[in-house]
């Protein structure tokens, strides 16, 4: 019983708490890998709101990226995580760190 009054009293704060931009993704794919390591770090990020069955085709040229967005509270760590991530990607490259 006190265990259902501490999940309550924590998703009324979760839902009375801000949500944050983190990062813009450049593409939907890179916004799903970036969510999907959120998630095994237990950082909740909500993905888009698209029914498209087909979820990966790109935007067109000269649109915006896909918006990363937590709950505020948890922004620095998913800051951290994606920072990790980009490092990882960038030592990946075969051209030093720049990509093309």
Do not use: W
């Amino acid at each position: 019983m006190q265990a259902d009054k501490n999940e309550a009293k924590k998703t009324e704060a979760d839902q009375n708490e801000r949500s944050v931009v983190i990062h813009v993704a450049g593409t939907m794919a890179e916004a799903m890998v970036i969510r999907s390591l959120l998630q095994s770090a237990g950082i909740r990020s909500p993905g888009s709101v698209s029914m498209d069955p087909f979820p990966l085709r790109e935007a067109p040229e000269g649109t915006h990226g896909e918006e990363i967005v937590v709950m505020e509270s948890e922004a620095k760590t998913a800051k951290e995580v994606i920072a990790t991530y980009l490092r990882a990607g960038s030592s990946d490259s075969p051209s030093g760190g720049t990509k093309k």
